[in-house]
T-cell receptor, first 117, second 115 residues
């Protein structure tokens, strides 16, 4: 079974600085999707960025980028120029590309990011 | 606007009572999901449904029930058999064929407190 591990329960970053959140996963599959979701205090889950495993190029979305290391099964999120609005819980998620009656999304336990003014 | 609507936002239930959480989506997604979120445990899958009139148990289905009579609706009933129901519940949906990169979308969630 696939697992997703976020080993940093909490991180802090100074406003305008850069922070990297770690995520590792375990799978025997070669094709899958990886996601980072943001959950602010409102609790609404918001997609930050996604990566297809077959793409070698790292995904980027404005100030958010990932470092996808397929062999190491690592999928870290880098936030540049951190803003106060980035403060939230961040979840890493995995989804297999193989149909098994459903597409199950597996989530990590989350990393709480604090942004210091 | 398209999205997923969950209601109620906050719900209090007495022990021994069943309660139903509503989830409606107008995204025309085939697949819908219910997750439970507890502190330090991330999101755990309760039930999922790939098509109308079909649903499957997730990882923590005991004490819960669902129905999928309409494509846009996937209500979750928390029964009195659920031993520790106080939690935050998230409904989600996705459509692998709609070109969004297989992204799952979430509602705003429902807080359930057993008193």
């Amino acid at each position: 079974a696939q697992t997703v591990t976020q080993s940093q329960p909490e991180m802090s970053v100074q406003e305008a600085e850069t922070v990297t959140l770690s995520c590792t996963y375990d799978t025997s599959e070669s094709d899958y999707y990886l996601f980072w979701y943001k959950q602010p205090p409102s609790r609404q889950m918001i997609l930050v960025i996604r990566q297809e495993a077959y793409k070698q190029q790292n995904a980027t979305e404005n100030r958010f980028s990932v470092n996808f290391q397929k062999a190491a099964k690592s999928f870290s999120l880098k936030i540049s120029d951190s803003q106060l609005g980035d403060a939230a819980m961040y979840f890493c998620a995995y989804r297999s590309a193989i149909w098994s009656g459903t597409y199950k999304y597996i989530f990590g336990t989350g990393t709480r990011l604090k942004v210091l003014a | 606007d398209g999205g997923i609507t969950q209601s109620p936002k906050y719900l209090f239930r007495k022990e021994g009572q069943n309660v139903t959480l509503s989830c409606e989506q107008n995204l025309n997604h085939d697949a819908m999901y219910w997750y439970r979120q507890d502190p330090g445990q991330g999101l755990r899958l309760i039930y999922y449904s790939q098509i109308v009139n079909d649903f499957q148990k997730g990882d923590i289905a005991e004490g819960y029930s669902v129905s999928r009579e309409k494509k846009e609706s996937f209500p979750l009933t928390v029964t009195s058999a659920q031993k520790n129901p106080t939690a935050f519940y998230l409904c989600a949906s996705n459509d692998p064929g709609d070109g969004t990169g297989n992204t799952i979308y979430f509602g705003e969630g429902s807080w359930l407190t057993v008193v």
